[in-house]
Nanobody, 112 residues
Framework: QVQLVESRGNLVQPGGSLRLSCAASGLSFINYDFNWYRQAPGKEREWVAGIFRGPGIDGYADSVMKRFTITRDNAKNTVSLQMNNLKPDDTAVYYC?????WGQGTQVTVSS
């Protein structure tokens, strides 16, 4: 079956950086688009970034534009999210997604 497994999140100070990874299995990775979503306490889950199966095509929510970068490694079946200049508002559980499949989520906390 399809499995998406996110790397462990962390506690980061404001202005810091963190890289999340998502390892995918049980699917033909190169044929799928992937997304990162996040859900903060008391808020709805929101889309953060997406990367298409085609080369060099990605998109970002306005709130993370120019701070976050999504990449994919088709040889390793992984999708990554590089997060820079983190802000307290970025605190959330982050989820890897493709079609109807979701990872278990990983906690990212931005606090001093």
């Amino acid at each position: 079956q399809v499995q998406l497994v996110e790397s462990r999140g962390n506690l980061v100070q404001p202005g810091g950086s963190l890289r999340l990874s998502c390892a995918a299995s049980g699917l033909s990775f190169i044929n799928y688009d992937f997304n990162w979503y996040r859900q903060a306490p008391g808020k709805e889950r929101e889309w953060v970034a997406g990367i298409f199966r085609g080369p060099g095509i990605d998109g970002y929510a306005d709130s993370v534009m120019k701070r976050f970068t999504i990449t994919r490694d088709n040889a390793k079946n992984t999708v990554s999210l590089q997060m820079n200049n983190l802000k307290p508002d970025d605190t959330a559980v982050y989820y890897c997604n493709t079609e109807d499949y979701w990872g278990q989520g990983t906690q990212v906390t931005v606090s001093s």
